[in-house]
């Protein structure tokens, strides 16, 4: 299968700071991807859907000012959770899919854990 | 809004036993995917079923994917504690642009 490199694994930040996860797709092209949050016990929730060179579209609840998606390139997504706040911690997970190539399955990063303090 | 139904959301069985997964949508999808998930990872594909009626085998894991394309199951024979973890099914809308995930069925093998 593809391979989706996410990163960091884990990151503590502070509440008020900024992080940065990064969604990378290292053996194919990333015509889209997807952004997922999970709470504990809980299935992912999808945030937002990115194509690369365009605006990120955002599923009906989640702050697009807030989580800033970036697809610049058919490799890389990067999700800027902006001053985050103890309510931001979660564990966010990326996916990838290359629609050009008319495959609708998607692989999925290892996930981030963001524990905002 | 496309929802899908996961059930049951947690199952503790002893080895050996058998079970089935079950995926259920009023709408219909282009695709289904079935995935697994460990604590602290990302989901991992297990299989993709397309066609209406479709079986997959896979080990002892059997996926069928419905007639109408709107359900789902996943069966699991003489279950081991490897098998233990969170079991996510997927479905593509029929634009082929979103994925949509059920709750997901959390299983516990015991030893």
């Known amino acids: 299968g593809a391979v989706v490199s996410q990163h960091p694994s884990w990151v503590i930040c502070k509440s008020g700071t900024s992080v940065k996860i990064e969604c990378r797709s290292l053996?194919?092209?990333?015509?889209?991807m997807f952004w997922y949050r999970q709470f504990p016990k809980q299935s992912l929730m999808l945030m937002a859907t990115?194509?690369?060179?365009?605006?990120?579209?955002?599923e009906q609840g989640v702050e697009k000012d807030k989580f800033l998606i970036n697809h610049a390139s058919l490799t890389l997504s990067t999700l800027t959770v902006t001053s985050a706040h103890p309510e931001d911690s979660s564990f966010y997970i990326c996916?990838?899919?290359?629609?050009?190539?008319?495959?609708?399955?998607?692989?999925f990063g290892q996930g981030t854990r963001l524990t905002v303090v | 809004t496309q929802l899908l139904e996961q059930s049951p959301q947690f199952l503790s069985i002893q080895e050996g036993e058998n079970l089935t997964v079950y995926c259920n949508s009023s709408?219909?999808?282009?695709?289904l995917q079935w995935y697994r998930q460990e604590p602290g990872e990302g989901p991992v594909l297990l299989v993709t079923?397309?066609?209406?009626?479709e079986v997959k085998k896979l080990k002892r894991l059997t996926f069928q994917f419905g007639d109408a394309r709107k359900d789902s199951s996943l069966h699991i024979t003489a279950a081991q504690p490897g098998d233990t973890g969170l079991y996510l099914c997927?479905?593509?809308?029929?634009?082929?642009?979103?994925?949509?995930f059920g709750a997901g069925t959390r299983l516990f093998v015991k030893a």
């Open positions: 990115s194509n690369e060179g365009s605006k990120a579209t955002y």
């Open positions: 996916s990838a899919r290359d629609l050009n190539r008319g495959n609708t399955e998607a692989f």
């Open positions: 709408s219909v999808f282009s695709s």
């Open positions: 997927a479905g593509v809308n029929t634009g082929g642009f979103k994925t949509i």
């Open positions: 053996d194919f092209q990333a015509t889209t």
């Open positions: 079923v397309v066609t209406g009626g």
